[in-house]
């Protein structure tokens, strides 16, 4: 199983010399034209690889400047501060940032608008012992939210009821039936968690039958909030904690702090209920925030970490079997919690039953857990068939929309397709044309429920809440990067036209300044595991924190052969003989493909993410190909 590079780090204050290996400039490492800026020519001359983009170096002299300063202000290995200052980082910053502490990014939980009087009023509820409803999302980051109020409440002695909304019966956020089912069991504190800060009808029932409401949120918010003795978001427009960049389930574990800090305080907790160790919900947390795709900066980063060591204990009933159903059973990395569980969390959600991801997180029950990790794996791999048609047909719609409207927004939308993966058919059109896109599904009835991913510089989440508010849509929102949508089949031509309008120009823009950047030059020689290892020091890696990418240039394409759903293996040998195997995810049929199988037998230039494959026991790094282009010298 592949381990990318991303792994947890020790929290002992040890220095970055006791870390690190003594400085050294492994030979096989070449700088990429260290004197020249950003604007010269273009890395190893390639001005257009196979996927249309120009290769350039991501330091320019200032970071040149600075990766020296950090290699030698800190005895840092060259590779290592190349990648450290091509992601910002100063020399000044350098050892927090290689030692990322929950203790030391931890803010105060307060300084977040509404948590003082969420934490009194779930206090009170502790005190009173009376049941709380939770209502969830529906996708990893909803799943771990809930899990997480549930279990912590659990452990306080009070009994939480959680509600996961069916996609297509119920759709997004909570919802007025359900509300009325929990005030009829009984219910008076209602908790919205990844959701709720745009739901005003439901929640003006909720205060119409007596419920109190706390919605913890991340979602962009409108200027007027619904009815809620406290909506928790750093995403409101009021709120100046500058926490925007965490998931609902960051949300949430700040919010367990301050109470877990109130309840000590009173001495809610003895030996008979012991206080709950927070550590240990690091697993959920880093899941969520890794599948929700938000930054890997500031304190995210120190959760994953530390979340990522939790993981690896495999203390949780219900993520252990996950991990063994999926066959996971190397360190887990964030590649794994991305690519290999959060698709299957969020199975449930899509295809299947909503609730069988918060059910897994939260069960202590082995047998109950295997089976439901079955059933995820199971409807992942049915997932999976069902996304494939999809996105054939979303890719001829999206070429002839673009051969009417270059460097639009792409819209398109199909009565076919299943409401629970329109969001992955979104992603791979954003993929593979480098446009924000939008699939949508057309249901009986004449709605149609969609659901956009975006890319960097154009917020799709705001386009979306503008939508809204212009009548184009009945509901809608998200982040900048993700949004989905309800509205009227029929105008699915208007949003077309609405978006372009609104991001057309920031979409063209992005998509004209197509670049690849990488970090730096090595060899098949040179690719080796202590290089992996030592490049996970500056991990995790994923949105907003770019994984390093490397150039291998005039290496020889020994083979080239399908595997798996579309997948491209290969093996490519460099000049001194060495060799290393490669993988192009999802690249047959595609240009990077073609021009790949095209190039057996001759020397091509590639850029790829190291990957540290342990199948079998042993160790090997791989590359995750991302791009090539034919080889020659620079």
């Not at 409108?222 to 960049?245: W, Y």
């Not at 897994?360 to 996304?387: F, H, K, P, S, Y």
């Not at 480098?434 to 960097?456: H, I």
């Not at 790949?596 to 001759?602: E, I």
């Amino acid at each position: 199983m592949a381990h990318h590079l991303c792994k947890s780090g020790d929290d002992r204050g040890r220095t970055i010399h006791n870390q690190l290996p003594p400085r050294h400039s492994p030979p096989m490492l070449a700088a990429l034209h260290p004197a020249l800026p950003v604007a010269s020519r273009a890395l190893l001359g390639v001005e257009a690889s196979a996927t249309g983009r120009r290769w350039r170096s991501r330091l320019d002299g200032p970071g040149e400047e600075t990766a020296l300063l950090i290699a030698q202000r800190h005895g840092v290995p060259e590779v290592l501060a190349r990648v450290l200052s091509g992601r910002g980082v100063t020399a000044l910053d350098a050892p927090a940032f290689l030692e990322p502490r929950l203790r030391d990014l931890m803010p105060e939980p307060n300084s977040l608008i509404g948590m003082e009087a969420a934490v009194d009023r779930l206090v009170a509820a502790v005190r009173a012992g009376r049941p709380i409803a939770i209502f969830g999302d529906y996708d990893v980051d909803g799943a771990c939210s809930s899990a997480l109020l549930a279990l912590f409440l659990g452990a306080a002695g009070v009994p939480a009821r959680v509600h996961i909304p069916d996609r297509i019966t119920e759709g997004y956020g909570p919802n007025v039936p359900a509300v009325r089912a929990f005030a009829a069991e009984g219910a008076a504190l209602l908790v919205t968690v990844d959701c709720g800060t745009t739901s005003t009808d439901p929640l003006t029932e909720a205060a119409r039958l007596g419920l109190d409401v706390l919605v913890l949120d991340h979602h962009q918010a409108p200027e007027v909030l619904p009815p809620a003795l406290a909506i928790v978001n750093p995403n409101r427009q009021d709120d100046l904690s500058g926490l925007g960049h965490l998931c609902a389930a960051g949300v949430v574990f700040m919010t367990l702090v301050a109470m877990n800090r109130r309840l000590r305080t009173e001495g809610h907790w003895t030996t008979a209920r012991p206080e709950p160790d927070l550590r240990s919900m690091l697993d959920l947390v880093a899941l969520a925030t890794v599948a929700d795709v938000v930054p890997l900066t500031g304190l995210n980063r120190a959760f994953v970490r530390q979340g990522l060591q939790v993981v690896h204990a495999r203390a949780r009933v219900g993520l252990r079997a996950l991990m063994d159903a999926a066959r996971l059973h190397g360190p887990p990395a964030c590649y794994h919690l991305g690519h290999v569980l959060g698709p299957r969390i969020n199975a449930g959600g899509r295809i299947g039953d909503a609730g069988l991801g918060a059910r897994l997180l939260m069960t202590r029950d082995e047998g109950e857990a295997a089976g439901i990790a079955a059933e995820l794996d199971r409807l992942n791999g049915e997932r999976q068939v069902i996304e494939r048609a999809a996105v054939e047909e979303a890719d001829a719609m999206a070429r002839a929309q673009l051969d009417a409207h270059p460097d639009a927004p792409l819209v398109v939308g199909s009565a076919g397709w299943h409401p629970g993966i329109v969001g992955l058919v979104a992603a791979r059109l954003k993929e593979r044309y480098n446009l924000p896109a939008f699939a949508l599904a057309m249901g009986e009835g004449g709605t149609a429920v969609g659901s956009g991913r975006s890319v960097a510089g154009v917020d799709l989440g705001l386009a979306v809440r503008d939508a809204v508010e212009a009548g184009l849509a009945s509901k809608g929102g998200g982040h900048a990067m993700a949004a989905g949508i309800t509205m009227k089949a029929e105008r699915i031509d208007d949003l077309h036209r609405f978006l372009t309008d609104r991001i057309g120009g920031a979409s063209s823009l992005a998509r004209g300044e197509r670049a690849l950047t990488v970090d730096a030059a090595i060899t098949a020689r040179g690719a080796t595991v202590d290089l992996a290892g030592l490049l996970e020091k500056a991990g995790p890696f994923g949105s907003g924190q770019p994984e390093p990418l490397f150039a291998l240039a005039n290496h020889l394409v020994q083979e080239a052969s399908e595997v798996g759903q579309g997948h491209l293996r290969l093996r490519l040998r460099g000049g001194d003989g060495a060799a290393i195997k490669a993988l192009a995810f999802r690249a047959v049929g595609q240009p990077l493909g073609d021009m790949l199988t095209a190039s057996r037998g001759r020397p091509v230039h590639v850029v790829g993410c190291l990957s540290v494959d342990r199948w079998g026991g042993g160790e090997r790094v791989d590359l995750r190909l991302v791009d090539a282009a034919d080889g020659g010298r620079p």
